[in-house]
């Protein structure tokens, strides 16, 4: 279980930071999966744990960030409440999308770090 939650901080805190890079940022999660499922180490089983804990992990970060950018954005005029509703939404995309790819990238770099010849 060490190498798991260790595998998924790395791979949360790498796509968290491939986010940010303007070229790299939509296939971010893949990079941090990759990354997190090598540090995990676990084949195919502790990729997808590795992966799906990375993605639980992604949620809290997602949800406080977009509750911080709904609550600014409510008191906009006009349009303020429909734009913090949509915030939720996106935010739910947002995560939807590490989730999937997040999940992958683990299970490729598990399995790759199970073939390595060192």
């Known amino acids: 279980m060490g190498q798991?939650?260790?595998?998924?901080?790395?791979?949360l805190v790498c796509t968290l930071i491939f986010y940010f890079v303007p070229a790299v940022n939509?296939?971010?999660?893949?990079?941090?999966?990759?990354?997190?499922?090598?540090v995990a180490d676990g084949g195919f089983g502790g990729g997808l744990k590795s992966g799906l804990l990375m993605t639980v992990l992604m949620v809290?970060?997602?949800?406080?960030?977009?509750?911080?950018l709904g609550a600014v954005l409510y008191e906009v005029p006009v349009l303020g409440g429909f734009v913090a509703a949509s915030t939720i939404v996106i935010t739910l995309l947002i995560v939807?999308?590490?989730?999937?790819?997040?999940?992958?990238?683990?299970?490729?770099g598990a399995l790759v770090s199970e073939k390595k010849l060192v």
């Open 4 to 11: 798991t939650l260790k595998g998924a901080v790395v791979g």
């Open 26 to 38: 939509a296939i971010a999660p893949l990079l941090g999966g990759l990354l997190g499922g090598y």
């Open 60 to 68: 809290f970060p997602g949800f406080i960030l977009a509750g911080a």
């Open 96 to 108: 939807a999308h590490t989730a999937v790819v997040g999940i992958i990238g683990s299970i490729i």
